[in-house]
């Protein structure tokens, strides 16, 4: 039995992983997807700083945000068939590079692994494109320690809308309060928060530049591997 790492003495029954920039670092490869489809359209390559910036609310979002700086307009501007088509193009870009640098963080093979072989149930749920997120696992070691895994499309919502997580709930028959939801953004925290699941947030993660805070009805973490200890004040 693994303790729940918020509620010691009572079992963790369901551990909910958002992927990218909390159990894996993505933005290099995300960054060349990205500056090869601004550069079919005429504007000069961004950095990786910058395109850390933009991720985890999907990838029609980092597009926006994307064009939308290039063009030095608001990501909601960017619509229509320009949109549709620069998506497209960014698709087939990362489909040909999203294996190239993306790694784990310090820990997570460790941390997931030992929970796994407790046996309790491991669930990715992501605003990835689901035609990546399997094998992208794969390619990382790490697709058998997850018994489900949702991208951004799998559903009819995405995070922060509370669904993929009640999902995961109702298909390992486990409470919300017995479960867990580890991420890095503010999109997790709200998915988290509405599905009534207590929520671990990472520090090393993307949210957008903003750090998150306790206030946010989170535990924050600075290393993978403090999930193993007791987090509660």
Sequence with gaps: ????????????????????????????????????????????????SSVRLWVGNGATRLVQRALGNAQGLPEEAIQGD??????????????????E???????????ISRWHTAGVPLAVVTNKPIRFVPGLLEHLG???????????????YKKPHPAPLLKVLDDYQVSADSAIMVGDSLSDVEAAAAAGVPMVAVTYGYNQGK????????????RFDQLGETLTC
């Design 211 to 222: 750090r998150l805070t306790e206030t946010h009805q989170c535990r924050l973490i600075d």
């Design 1 to 48: 039995m693994i303790d729940h790492p918020l509620h010691p003495g009572t079992p963790l029954k369901a551990a909910i992983f958002d992927l990218d920039g909390t159990l894996v670092d993505s933005v290099a490869d995300l960054c060349s997807a990205t500056n090869r489809m601004l550069e079919q359209h005429g504007f000069s390559p961004v950095s990786e």
């Design 142 to 156: 790490i697709s058998d320690f997850f018994s489900i895994v949702l991208g951004g499309d799998s559903l009819a």
């Design 82 to 99: 320009m949109l549709a088509g620069a998506l497209q193009q960014f698709m087939q870009h990362y489909e040909a590079c999203y294996k």
């Design 101 to 111: 640098k993306s790694d784990l963080y310090p820990g997570v093979r460790e941390l």
